[in-house]
C-alpha cells in the first residue's frame, strides 16, 4: 500500500534561514508525489508535484522538492525562509488513475523574526 | 473568480440535525472530491465523482451522502450529525492527481 511519513510535526527556523521538511514515501510502483500547503484558516495549496520526469521539481514561491528514489524521500527546501512561510504543509502520494490522495501527518513551520 | 467554492465557511448544529454543504468549481474539471480534515489536521479523501459518477467511496458512514446534481456541483449531505463529525471539509476538482481545493467548510456539532 502506499504511505507517506512526513518525520517532523514541527519545524521552527529564523526568517532568512533555511527551510528543510522531510517526507519519505512507500510505495508499490512509481509515485506521483506532492507538497500542498495550508495557511491558517485556508484551503491547500499546490506547492509542487513530481510525476517521473525530473527529479528537481521546482515549485511556487521558491519552493523545490528532489525525488530520491534510492532513499525512498522527497524533501521540500527553500533557501530563504520568509515569515509568510509560516503554514502547514503536507507531503502527498497520488494512486493512479482514481486521483485518491494519500496524506502524510502535515508539519508545522513555524517561521521567527 | 473563485475556482473552487464552498458553502457555508462555518456550520455550528446540534447533534442529530441534518446538514448540506454545497460545492462548485469553475474550473471545467471532471472529478470532484471530498475530504476530511480532522483536529489533528489529517486529511482524508472521502469520496470523488467523476462526471457524476460515484468513483471512490471510503468507509465513511451511510449517514454521508453526496450528491452531484451536474459536473461543477458536488453537494455533502449528513445525516443524524454525531459529535465526531466536527471537522473540516474540503472540497477538491482537479484531473487525475492534480487538485485544488476550496476554502473548507467548518463544521463543528454540539
Known amino acids: 500500500a502506499q504511505s507517506v511519513t512526513q518525520l517532523d510535526s514541527h519545524v521552527s527556523v529564523s526568517e532568512g534561514t533555511p527551510v528543510l521538511l522531510r517526507c519519505n514515501y512507500s510505495s508499490s510502483y512509481s509515485p506521483s508525489l506532492f507538497w500542498y500547503v495550508q495557511h491558517p484558516n485556508k484551503g491547500l495549496q499546490l506547492l509542487l508535484k513530481?510525476?517521473?520526469?525530473?527529479?528537481l521539481v521546482k515549485g511556487i514561491n521558491g519552493f523545490e522538492a528532489e525525488f530520491k528514489k534510492s532513499e525512498t524521500s522527497f524533501h521540500l527546501t527553500k533557501p530563504s525562509a520568509h515569515m509568510s512561510d509560516a503554514a502547514e504543509y503536507f507531503c502527498v502520494h497520488g494512486s493512479g488513475n482514481t486521483g485518491k490522495l494519500i496524506f502524510g501527518q502535515g508539519t508545522t513551520l513555524q517561521v521567527k523574526p | 473568480d473563485t475556482a473552487v467554492s464552498q458553502t457555508p465557511k462555518y456550520l455550528v448544529t446540534q447533534m442529530g440535525n441534518d446538514k448540506s454543504i454545497k460545492c462548485e468549481q469553475n474550473?471545467?474539471?471532471?472529478?470532484m472530491y471530498w475530504y476530511k480534515q480532522d483536529s489533528k489536521k489529517f486529511l482524508k479523501i472521502m469520496f470523488s465523482y467523476n462526471n457524476k459518477e460515484l468513483i471512490i467511496n471510503e468507509t465513511v458512514p451511510n449517514r454521508f451522502s453526496p450528491k452531484s446534481p451536474d459536473k461543477a456541483h458536488l453537494n455533502l449531505h449528513i445525516n443524524s450529525l454525531e459529535l465526531g463529525d466536527s471537522a473540516v471539509y474540503f472540497c477538491?476538482?482537479?484531473?487525475?492527481?492534480?487538485?485544488?481545493f476550496g476554502p473548507g467548510t467548518r463544521l463543528l456539532v454540539l
Open positions: 513530481y510525476t517521473s520526469a525530473a527529479t
Open positions: 474550473l471545467g474539471h471532471d472529478t
Open positions: 477538491a476538482s482537479g484531473v487525475v492527481e492534480t487538485q485544488y
